[in-house]
């Protein structure tokens, strides 16, 4: 029963994940919808975001890890005059410095700042592990965790509407900024309103987040919980997008005759054709999807000196 199991192909969900919920949360939904406990998602999002969550379910899990390193982009509101031990909305306020007489040059001038390559000191209360644990719990259990600063990519931060005058819980007058940000992996939003805060000299947290793209799947790709649910419960299963689909869609494509499917199959390093550019916000080198003569996935490889390393083996021959 196992050897079946391991042998089922699943497929990709990409769901409109809500509010309160957090990825773990969907992800138990899903294997009671996809009657199966192979089932995981490609990058997490905090439990007040909404938007896209890749889910994998049967073999199409072994993408994930690899689908969680592409470009994301998000639609946010960057709150600026307050700051929070979370840098969103969740946390308790630490600062109320205010946010009046802000010019419109000042926060163009504050986001050109943490836009390109930029060095950036993750959220404390994030899943950034130190010493092997997760930095959100250390700081929950009175920790004072300094985390280091890491490389990412900010491909594109814009202001679509700026809203002054507002007033916060406590009457701070505050500025809300509605943003969107293409951002390479590893990217904490959070830490880009906190960052955009302190450039400005008021302090800064967020308010909403809605992510609107993982890879090549956006929202108009999602479906709703709720969705999800009548279809399971209408007796058909849970529709997906094939696994060899869903790596078309997401990987660099390499197509092989019937022996070479073998060999690749069997772990056999065999020369690639020519370089395969990076993913757009991806870093190192990039994922191959291995497809045979009938259109099957074989594997997924990376080049090597040439060669093709096989990050994960789907069909062996």
Not at 49 to 56: D, K, S
Not at 258 to 272: F, P
Not at 276 to 281: E, I, K, S, V
Request: charged share 25%.
């Amino acid at each position: 029963m196992a050897r079946k199991k391991d042998q089922d192909p699943g497929g990709l969900v990409v769901v409109d994940k809500p509010a309160g919920f957090t990825s773990h949360d969907v992800v138990a939904k899903l294997r009671g919808m996809a009657r199966t406990r192979r089932v995981g998602h490609a990058g997490t999002l905090d439990p007040m975001a909404t938007g896209v969550l890749v889910v994998g379910t049967g073999k199409t899990t072994r993408l994930l890890g690899h689908l969680a390193l592409t470009e994301k982009e998000y639609v946010a509101t960057v709150r600026l005059g307050q700051s929070t031990v979370t840098d969103d909305a969740e946390g308790e306020v630490t600062e109320a410095r205010g946010a009046s007489g802000l010019t419109n040059e000042a926060v163009g001038e504050a986001v050109g700042k943490l836009t390109g390559r930029i060095r950036q000191v993750p959220s404390k209360v994030s899943a950034v592990k130190v010493d092997g644990k997760r930095s959100y719990q250390r700081v929950r259990e009175g920790e004072d965790v300094e985390l280091a600063a890491r490389e990412v990519t900010v491909s594109a931060f814009d202001v679509h509407e700026v809203r002054r005058g507002e007033r916060a819980e406590d009457g701070t007058e505050v500025t809300d900024l509605v943003v969107s940000v293409v951002c390479s992996s590893g990217t904490y939003v959070r830490a880009l309103a906190r960052d955009l805060g302190e450039f400005l000299g008021t302090g800064g947290h967020l308010t909403a987040l809605r992510r609107t793209r993982v890879g090549p799947y956006r929202l108009a790709d999602a479906r709703s919980l709720e969705a999800l649910q009548s279809e399971a419960d209408s007796g058909e299963g849970l529709s997906s997008v094939p696994l060899a689909e869903a790596a078309a869609a997401a990987f660099s494509r390499w197509d092989v005759d019937e022996e070479q499917a073998r060999m690749i199959g069997n772990g056999v390093q065999l020369r690639m054709p020519a370089p395969h550019p990076a993913p757009t916000g991806s870093e190192g080198p990039a994922p191959v999807a291995v497809f045979g003569p009938g259109g099957d996935l074989v594997a997924l490889v990376e080049e090597r000196q040439g060669r093709a390393k096989s990050l994960a083996v789907f069909a062996r021959q």
